[in-house]
């Protein structure tokens, strides 16, 4: 693991400066993409990018960790709207590359499989970024006794339904249900860059990258990734 310690609002440049880099390396890159607060200062540096012609979206393929069941995809919370405002809809990717888990899938149990499939025929993601919640979760993998390994529908916990309702009008609005990739989805990565940033996350952290390795706090299993990169402004 690559751990990189930056001051206060920084991880954003740090984090679009490795990104972009990795971009650039290959031919037809795979990335894996995440929402929330966390990324949104690394999205702004690589839209910057994009724009002055230092880095080319044309060829890259993106595969979001989840999305809601439940929201319509033009629904300004779904993740779908969401990283088009904060990244597609200013950068020069071809939108027929862009893919999201469909939440309102008529068979979600099929939906799943499929989303699986297609990250394998794309050739596997290249580079996924993570954010982490304050339980541990990664992508919308809650802390369990079991690990689900491969995309699948997960009951969001209480405080992760509490922690985003601040981007609705009311808990009651946040749906109850994701679909998110698995912890193995997410291993399978080839590299994995995990962002965190913002207030109350120094000790879910250490917990994540020192402590044991259970699901209980899912994101501790990325200690088993040999090509994990850390980039955070806590105080760890
Ligand atoms: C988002 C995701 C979540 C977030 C996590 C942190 O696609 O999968 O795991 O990364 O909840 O969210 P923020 O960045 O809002 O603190």
Redesign the pocket.
């Given at each position: 693991m690559e751990l990189i310690k930056v001051k206060k609002g920084h991880e954003g440049n740090v984090a679009a400066v490795l990104f972009a880099d990795e971009i650039k390396a290959l031919a037809r890159p795979v990335i894996g993409?995440?929402?929330?607060?966390?990324?949104v200062r690394m999205y702004d540096y690589l839209i910057k990018r994009n724009q002055s012609g230092e880095l080319d979206f044309s060829k890259v393929c993106s595969f979001?960790?989840?999305e809601y069941c439940g929201l319509p995809k033009v629904h300004p919370q779904s993740?779908y709207s969401f990283m088009q405002e904060h990244l597609f809809k200013y950068v020069n990717i071809d939108q027929r590359n862009v893919f999201f888990p469909n939440g309102n899938a008529v068979s979600l149990a099929e939906e799943c499989s499929q989303y699986e499939s297609m990250i394998q025929e794309a050739g596997g993601i290249d580079i996924q970024l993570?954010?982490?919640?304050?339980n541990g979760?990664?992508?919308?993998n809650e802390p369990s006794d079991i690990i689900a390994k491969e995309t699948h529908v997960q009951v969001l916990a209480d405080s992760?339904r509490t922690?985003?309702a601040r981007f609705f009008t009311s808990i009651e609005e946040v749906p109850t249900h994701a679909i998110?990739m698995g912890i193995k989805t997410i291993l399978n990565a080839r590299k994995i860059m995990l962002l965190c940033c913002?207030e109350g996350?120094a000790e879910i952290l250490k917990q994540a990258l020192y402590g044991d390795v259970t699901p209980r706090v899912p994101a501790s299993l990325l200690q088993l990734h040999p090509q994990l990169t850390v980039i955070t402004d806590q105080n760890i």
């Amino acid at each position: 693991m690559e751990l990189i310690k930056v001051k206060k609002g920084h991880e954003g440049n740090v984090a679009a400066v490795l990104f972009a880099d990795e971009i650039k390396a290959l031919a037809r890159p795979v990335i894996g993409l995440a929402t929330g607060s966390t990324p949104v200062r690394m999205y702004d540096y690589l839209i910057k990018r994009n724009q002055s012609g230092e880095l080319d979206f044309s060829k890259v393929c993106s595969f979001n960790l989840d999305e809601y069941c439940g929201l319509p995809k033009v629904h300004p919370q779904s993740y779908y709207s969401f990283m088009q405002e904060h990244l597609f809809k200013y950068v020069n990717i071809d939108q027929r590359n862009v893919f999201f888990p469909n939440g309102n899938a008529v068979s979600l149990a099929e939906e799943c499989s499929q989303y699986e499939s297609m990250i394998q025929e794309a050739g596997g993601i290249d580079i996924q970024l993570l954010g982490i919640g304050h339980n541990g979760h990664i992508g919308f993998n809650e802390p369990s006794d079991i690990i689900a390994k491969e995309t699948h529908v997960q009951v969001l916990a209480d405080s992760t339904r509490t922690a985003n309702a601040r981007f609705f009008t009311s808990i009651e609005e946040v749906p109850t249900h994701a679909i998110t990739m698995g912890i193995k989805t997410i291993l399978n990565a080839r590299k994995i860059m995990l962002l965190c940033c913002g207030e109350g996350k120094a000790e879910i952290l250490k917990q994540a990258l020192y402590g044991d390795v259970t699901p209980r706090v899912p994101a501790s299993l990325l200690q088993l990734h040999p090509q994990l990169t850390v980039i955070t402004d806590q105080n760890i």
